[in-house]
């Protein structure tokens, strides 16, 4: 499910993607660029509007390690699912990983499937909040 709003507002985010929306694009986006979300969001990927996606990494990135340790255990992932999945938290698509990471991307979706998998995940947002959740990554100033 994608959610199109006007309004970039947190809670609406949160809401939507509590809602299972795996796509939350703003209502200016392009017609090519909706036409590619549904179609992301479709191939099982998740796409946040940019605006969205720094204050959605800050607000997760702040939480405790006490909150941090109520998820997930990361210890069910490989080496290498740790690698992809600290790639994926940096937004890299399932052809950008299988380039840093020297892969097929078949190999890489692959990867992922297993990563959502292990961690009882719906799809690859919930896997990103992991990631900054868990402390597995941290927010860099450029983002």
Not at 136 to 141: A, D, E, F, K, Y
Request: no cysteine.
């Amino acid at each position: 499910m994608v959610m199109l709003t006007t309004f970039d507002l947190d809670h609406y985010v949160y809401a939507a993607l509590s809602a299972g929306a795996s796509g939350f694009l703003l209502k200016d986006v392009t017609p090519e660029q909706l036409v590619a979300a549904v179609r992301t969001v479709r191939a099982g990927d998740a796409l946040l509007a940019p605006t969205i996606t720094r204050r959605l990494v800050e607000r997760f990135a702040r939480t405790s390690t006490a909150s941090a340790s109520l998820h997930r255990d990361l210890a069910a992932l490989t080496p290498r699912e740790f690698d992809v999945l600290r790639l994926l938290a940096e937004g890299l698509s399932n052809a950008e990983l299988a380039a840093r990471l020297h892969l097929s991307e078949t190999t890489v979706k692959t990867h992922v499937s297993r990563i959502l998998t292990k961690l009882s995940l719906r799809d690859r947002a919930q896997a990103v909040v992991v990631a900054y959740e868990t402390g597995l990554v941290s927010p860099r100033s450029s983002l």
